[in-house]
């Protein structure tokens, strides 16, 4: 199963990103992978976060514009929204501190485990940085589909 981190979500959603149209067949392609695929909470999160804020690249989404794109990954695409495990808070900072994740890779990190979680054996992102995971391999789509 595929999860998918929130960069991929905003480039998809922001059509003056450069990152667009790679960003939306990444989805597709996602979406159309049969082993399924979903997205972490904490990730849709975020994404609203960004694409709602008045100063996101080409002004801020409106709440319903920002909605309607979650709910058509969800039925049209076939999303499953990933909840965090309710022992993540206590096995986030366990791993944190066996993999020496210090400041906001921790959210990496909260994401990836909420991933695994939910079965997912690769989490695609166009974070470079982005921390891995035993059992979770990580992919960017942009650079190699």
Same mark, same amino acid.
């Given at each position: 199963? =595929?999860?998918?981190?929130?960069?991929?979500?905003?480039?998809?959603?922001?059509?003056?990103?450069?990152?667009? @149209?790679?960003?939306?067949?990444? =989805?597709?392609?996602?979406?159309? @992978?049969a082993s399924g695929w979903g997205i972490p909470c904490a990730c849709i999160l975020e994404f609203w976060s960004i694409v709602t804020h008045p100063s996101s690249l080409g002004g801020g989404s409106s709440p319903e514009i920002a909605r309607q794109f979650i709910e058509a990954l969800i039925v049209t695409g076939g999303a499953a929204i990933f909840p965090p495990p309710g022992s993540l808070a206590p096995r986030c900072m366990q791993v944190a501190r066996q993999l020496g994740v210090c400041g906001s890779r921790i959210f990496?990190?909260?994401?990836?485990?909420?991933?695994?979680?939910?079965?997912?054996?690769?989490?695609?992102?166009? @974070?470079?940085g982005f921390i891995g995971l035993p059992g979770?391999?990580?992919? @960017?789509?942009l650079r190699t589909l």
């Open positions: 199963m =595929i999860a998918v981190d929130t960069n991929l979500l905003v480039y998809a959603h922001r059509a003056g990103c450069p990152e667009h @149209d790679a960003a939306r067949r990444a =989805i597709e392609e996602a979406a159309n @992978d990496d990190l909260q994401i990836g485990l909420t991933a695994l979680d939910a079965g997912a054996t690769e989490l695609w992102t166009h @974070d470079s979770l391999k990580v992919l @960017d789509p």
